[in-house]
C-alpha cells in the first residue's frame, strides 16, 4: 500500500457540507445552543434546509433539539452534544492540517518552478 498524502481519511463527511459546517460552528460558538430561527438567521438556511441538516446532524448524535414552551409559541431549541462538540473540534483541527500541508506543497511546489539565476 502506498501513502496517500491527499486522500484526506480523517476529515468526516458529515461535518464536509457547508450548511452543516454553519450550523456545527454555530452552535460551537453558542454552548447553550440556539432556536431554531437564530440558527437559520445565523446560517443563512430555509426552514426546510435547516430541518434536514439537522436531522442528518441528530441521527448521528452530534446535535439535539427539543421544544420549548415559553409565554409565546413553542421553540425549537438547537445545541451540539459533548460528542459532537468533540467530533466537530476534531474535524476543525483536521481541516487546519490540511491546509497547512496544501500550503506547504504548494511553497514546494513554487520553488521548484522558480527560475534558476
Known sequence: ???APF???GLERIFHERGRLAVCACLIANPDGMRFTELQD???LTDGNLNRHLHAL?????VESERVRGRGRPATFVRITEEGRTRFLAYVDE???VVRGVQ???ESASARLAPQT
Do not use: P, Q, S, T
Open 58 to 62: 441528530a441521527e448521528v448524535g452530534i
Open 42 to 44: 445565523a446560517c443563512g
Open 7 to 9: 486522500a484526506f481519511a
Open 104 to 106: 506547504r506543497e504548494a
Open 95 to 97: 481541516l487546519e492540517a
Open 1 to 3: 500500500m502506498h501513502d
